[in-house]
């Protein structure tokens, strides 16, 4: 008798669980688990056997959606991580069905000139690549790893109109989209009549909360599902303090959450004693609290053995008390609150942002009367100052008024006396000069010269002067 070929053990449903499994990839009807296997460290720090029994332990365990990349394996060499998932789907063809393939196109797979970013020649020969080392003949998520800011959407969409036409590809993502790039994607789409982008995933955590600000919120707008990437922000909130006075923590992890760490080192000590006076580990509170966030699809783990597999199963399936919560919201408060938020330029994303110059506060106004705010006119109408109606008001004009001696009138006496004013006689009339010259009258009537009016007492004068020019 020949021996018949295990089946894949069935997935468990959700009925068994406090939060459902399984929901909505955004405003599709593609159901997926809300934990998704994210397969960066395949080729890595786990090697295929090891990677094998992950991938069972997971389907088994209801986890349905398996997250890749092209360029995933680069230890090894590129792609090397899809052939390890291509070889596992080729054991079981069964498999295939129950999984919810993604992966990702965009970034650099040779030194070639069309090895990288979203060019239709480059989607398409990567997508068939893909197909290959995965063995399989259709992608259900094909997500665009980093926006190419010189490839237009319209290139993007034909490339992606062809795919699905030829059945490679079922349905569009995005990965590290900012909001603006996730509403520009759906707008071409839109004026395409097509579906658009169905999800994005985003690095979201409790220490970097700056997808809240945008990413999420275009997201809701649009109908496109999130899946959060680095939910423990490289092992910062999985105990990384305990771990590493107990020389547990895994030396890479270690590496990069202790770097992270000088700038967050009292509030992650916080963090932990808030975990540990609830008994509560660590890193369940770091993945349920972003699979608690209002807008949050689903998330992407890392595991590198089962254990890490069934520990955020529990975070999925064990919701957090309302004092932690409430505990973790003081702790780490949102982007513009107070929050840390990616800072240009700095080395480290987690560094806060420089604290702001402080404003000094405004002086308070004193209350002014009405006379002094209006000032105060005179009979002749002339304006004065406050400062000068206050003191008109209180009957002194200057203060040295009243020092200074009265001003001396001088003696008609002293006056010498005038001579009279000679007035001549009367020039005959002549034409008129051109360009405003003056035209002679009649003696001692005032004229105009060049639109100025003459007294009568310069009249006289000035006759004499047109006289002589005549």
Same mark, same amino acid.
């Given at each position: 008798?020949?021996?018949?070929?295990?089946?894949?053990?069935?997935?468990?449903?959700?009925?068994?669980?406090?939060?459902?499994?399984?929901?909505?990839?955004?405003?599709?009807?593609?159901?997926?688990?809300?934990?998704?296997?994210? $397969?960066?460290?395949?080729?890595?720090?786990?090697?295929?056997?090891?990677?094998?029994?992950?991938?069972?332990?997971?389907?088994?365990?209801?986890?349905?959606?398996?997250?890749?990349?092209?360029?995933?394996?680069?230890?090894?060499?590129?792609?090397?991580?899809?052939?390890?998932? #291509?070889?596992?789907?080729?054991?079981?063809?069964?498999?295939?069905?129950?999984?919810?393939?993604? $992966?990702?196109?965009?970034?650099?797979?040779?030194?070639?000139?069309?090895?990288?970013?979203?060019?239709?020649?480059?989607?398409?020969?990567?997508?068939?690549?893909?197909?290959?080392?995965?063995?399989?003949?259709?992608?259900?998520?094909?997500?665009?790893?980093?926006?190419?800011?010189?490839?237009?959407?319209?290139?993007?969409?034909?490339?992606?109109?062809?795919?699905?036409?030829? #059945?490679?590809?079922?349905?569009?993502?995005?990965?590290?989209?900012? #909001?603006?790039?996730?509403?520009?994607?759906?707008?071409?789409?839109?004026?395409?009549?097509?579906?658009?982008?169905?999800?994005?995933?985003?690095?979201?955590?409790?220490?970097?909360?700056h997808a809240e600000l945008e990413v999420i919120p275009a997201a809701?707008?649009?109908?496109?599902?999130?899946?959060?990437?680095?939910?423990?922000?490289?092992?910062?909130?999985? #105990?990384?303090?305990?771990?590493?006075?107990?020389?547990?923590?895994?030396?890479?992890?270690?590496?990069?959450?202790?770097?992270?760490?000088?700038?967050?080192?009292?509030?992650?000590?916080?963090?932990?004693?808030?975990?540990?006076?609830?008994?509560?580990?660590?890193?369940?509170?770091?993945? =349920?609290?972003?699979?608690?966030?209002?807008?949050?699809?689903?998330?992407?783990?890392?595991?590198?053995?089962?254990?890490?597999?069934?520990?955020?199963?529990? =975070?999925?399936?064990?919701?957090?008390?309302?004092?932690?919560?409430?505990?973790?919201?003081?702790?780490?408060?949102?982007?513009?609150?107070?929050?840390?938020?990616?800072?240009?330029?700095?080395?480290?994303?987690?560094?806060?942002?420089?604290?702001?110059?402080?404003?000094?506060?405004?002086?308070?106004?004193?209350?002014?009367?009405?006379?002094?705010?209006?000032?105060?006119?005179?009979?002749?109408?002339?304006?004065?100052?406050?400062?000068?109606?206050a003191r008109v008001r209180a009957g002194t004009r200057c203060p040295r008024a009243a020092d200074q001696a009265p001003r001396?009138?001088?003696?008609?006496?002293?006056?010498?006396?005038?001579?009279?004013?000679?007035?001549?006689?009367?020039?005959?009339?002549?034409?008129?000069?051109?360009?405003?010259?003056?035209?002679?009258?009649?003696?001692?009537?005032?004229?105009?010269?060049?639109?100025?009016?003459?007294?009568?007492?310069?009249?006289?004068?000035?006759?004499?002067?047109?006289?002589?020019?005549?």
């Open positions: 008798m020949m021996p018949t070929t295990a089946e894949p053990a069935p997935v468990q449903s959700d009925s068994n669980s406090s939060a459902p499994l399984h929901t909505e990839l955004g405003r599709t009807r593609l159901r997926i688990s809300r934990l998704a296997l994210g $397969t960066v460290n395949i080729g890595g720090r786990v090697e295929e056997p090891e990677a094998r029994r992950l991938m069972d332990h997971a389907l088994a365990q209801g986890i349905t959606l398996f997250d890749t990349a092209n360029t995933y394996g680069w230890r090894v060499h590129k792609g090397y991580t899809e052939e390890v998932i #291509g070889r596992w789907l080729a054991d079981r063809p069964a498999r295939r069905e129950q999984v919810v393939l993604a $992966t990702k196109v965009g970034d650099p797979m040779g030194s070639g000139p069309n090895d990288h970013g979203l060019s239709v020649r480059n989607i398409v020969a990567a997508c068939d690549a893909s197909l290959r080392r995965l063995r399989t003949d259709w992608i259900d998520l094909y997500q665009l790893h980093h926006i190419d800011r010189r490839a237009g959407w319209d290139e993007v969409w034909q490339a992606m109109d062809l795919l699905i036409t030829q #059945g490679k590809v079922r349905y569009v993502g995005s990965s590290n989209f900012a #909001g603006w790039d996730i509403a520009s994607a759906q707008e071409a789409a839109r004026r395409r009549n097509a579906l658009g982008l169905a999800s994005e995933q985003c690095v979201y955590n409790l220490v970097t909360r809701s707008a649009y109908g496109v599902g999130v899946l959060v990437w680095s939910p423990l922000h490289g092992g910062l909130l999985g #105990g990384v303090l305990r771990k590493t006075r107990e020389n547990t923590a895994v030396k890479s992890a270690q590496g990069r959450a202790v770097e992270a760490l000088e700038h967050h080192r009292t509030t992650i000590a916080a963090y932990e004693d808030v975990c540990a006076d609830h008994g509560l580990d660590p890193a369940h509170v770091g993945m =349920a609290w972003v699979l608690s966030r209002p807008g949050v699809t689903g998330l992407v783990i890392g595991p590198r053995t089962e254990q890490h597999v069934d520990g955020a199963l529990h =975070a999925l399936r064990t919701p957090l008390p309302e004092p932690v919560l409430a505990r973790l919201e003081e702790l780490f408060p949102p982007v513009g609150r107070g929050g840390s938020a990616p800072t240009p330029g700095c080395p480290d994303p987690t560094a806060s942002c420089p604290p702001a110059r402080p404003v000094r506060p405004a002086r308070p106004a004193r209350p002014v009367p009405t006379h002094e705010r209006k000032g105060l006119h005179d009979r002749a109408g002339v304006h004065r100052s406050p400062d000068r109606a001396r009138q001088p003696d008609p006496a002293e006056v010498p006396d005038r001579q009279p004013v000679r007035l001549h006689a009367a020039q005959p009339a002549r034409r008129p000069a051109l360009h405003g010259r003056a035209v002679p009258h009649a003696a001692g009537s005032p004229r105009r010269h060049h639109g100025v009016r003459r007294s009568a007492r310069t009249a006289p004068r000035h006759a004499d002067r047109a006289a002589q020019h005549l």
